[in-house]
């Protein structure tokens, strides 16, 4: 078991004060948007020693990740842990496909730019599956309407043109998002105005649509003239309770909005961005991966084991998200199941790891551990809320 401390990334769409009250301390001059947990060349964890967990995996692979995941993934520990900081709207998004990806890497590795570069699209050859779970209500935009549902969006907000063409054949979700996304200046400028300012007259009214046209009309204003604010209105608008998560697979375009919490992805920051931030964006490439077909967005569903151990059900390889509710001090019995981080985000746990492991370590409210694949079986105590981030079930065909 490794005691980790983990580095926090500074965006503008961060909070000031969430991270700093889950980690103890002050609240903090810039905004913090995530806390990164995990082996991550970008920012990874670092251990006691001083060493970064990157480098710990890379010096005993099979120690660290065991001989099946080493199998599966390489020598690279296949998942992300962190915790968002959601204080203003992120960037309109969506991820790769694992063959978008290692086209997309592949392609501009040719071109030779650099894998750090503003402008670089695709920084690795891997797809990027997401489980966001609420620690406070968590507002987000996930995957596109129904079209016939969109078509009602605008009819309300008297857009007659656009609503008529949702309501045409074939694809008219993906045809009026491109269309949406790659006017002409000038006509993008006017739309933008025109729409959002009908969505700040209706925002106030009984509309089911109420807080999607709120949220369009908040987006207008922070990204004046942006094309993504008007586009947000084909998406569904998400409200998730504390506890609750949604799933991101490849394809789903999709943009948090506001809340904390919990996030587990595979190992990759690939990030195909339409608008709503300063950051690099690709329209073509990300029309290029968009699934205008996604299901609809839904809070994933969890099913509860014999140990008390609470488990998110995701398709993902790469990872699998449970949490553990401790109410009393009788530690829960947990089966080895390595590599994996735990989290601790309420109150105070202990973890107490084989026979010979000493005393029980503690994880206080805000820190988390790495338990290698060689640590077996292990218990967990205390009084709080515990999330496990492991390695997913291998799927077969």
């Not at 995990?38 to 964890?45: Q, R, V």
């Not at 839904?298 to 109410?327: C, I, K, N, Q, W």
Request: charged content about 20%.
């Amino acid at each position: 078991m490794f005691l980790l401390d983990n580095p926090v990334q500074n965006y503008a769409w961060g909070s000031r004060t969430s991270l700093a009250e889950l980690l103890g301390r002050p609240p903090s001059a810039l905004p913090e948007a995530e806390l990164w947990i995990g082996a991550h060349p970008k920012a990874p964890s670092r251990l006691s020693d001083g060493r970064s967990l990157l480098e710990a995996i890379g010096a005993d692979p099979l120690g660290m990740l065991g001989s099946d995941v080493q199998a599966r993934f390489g020598a690279e520990l296949p998942f992300l842990l962190k915790v968002l900081a959601v204080d203003a709207p992120l960037s309109l998004q969506a991820h790769p496909n694992v063959e978008q990806a290692m086209r997309g890497f592949a392609r501009e590795e040719a071109a030779g730019i650099p894998r750090d570069a503003p402008m670089r699209t695709y920084r690795d050859p891997n797809h990027k599956p997401e489980l966001l779970c609420a620690l406070t209500p968590f507002e987000a935009l996930s995957g596109f309407r129904p079209a016939s549902e969109a078509a009602e969006l605008f009819e309300e907000l008297g857009v007659p043109d656009l609503a008529a063409e949702l309501r045409a054949c074939p694809a008219p979700l993906a045809r009026v998002f491109a269309r949406i996304m790659t006017l002409p200046a000038a006509e993008r400028l006017s739309l933008s105005s025109d729409v959002l300012q009908r969505c700040e007259r209706a925002a106030c009214g009984s509309s089911r649509f109420g807080a999607a046209l709120g949220w369009a009309a908040r987006l207008g204003l922070a990204y004046p003239g942006d094309a993504g604010a008007v586009a947000s209105l084909l998406l569904q608008h998400v409200r998730l309770e504390p506890l609750q998560a949604v799933f991101l697979e490849a394809g789903r375009l999709h943009a948090y909005l506001s809340g904390t919490g919990v996030e587990i992805m595979a190992n990759s920051d690939n990030v195909l961005r339409g608008g709503l931030t300063p950051k690099h964006v690709d329209v073509p490439e990300l029309l290029d991966v968009l699934r205008f077909d996604a299901p609809p967005a839904a809070a994933v569903a969890t099913h509860t084991l014999d140990s008390g151990e609470v488990v998110y059900e995701t398709p993902a390889p790469e990872f699998a998200l449970s949490r553990l509710e401790l109410v009393t001090e009788r530690p829960l019995r947990m089966a080895a199941r390595g590599p994996e981080l735990l989290l601790c985000v309420d109150g105070q746990a202990t973890v107490e790891v084989g026979a010979r492991a000493g005393a029980p370590r503690a994880l206080r409210r805000g820190q988390a551990c790495f338990l290698s694949a060689s640590a077996g079986a292990y218990a967990v105590g205390g009084t709080g809320r515990v999330f496990r981030a492991t390695v997913g079930a291998a799927r077969t065909a």
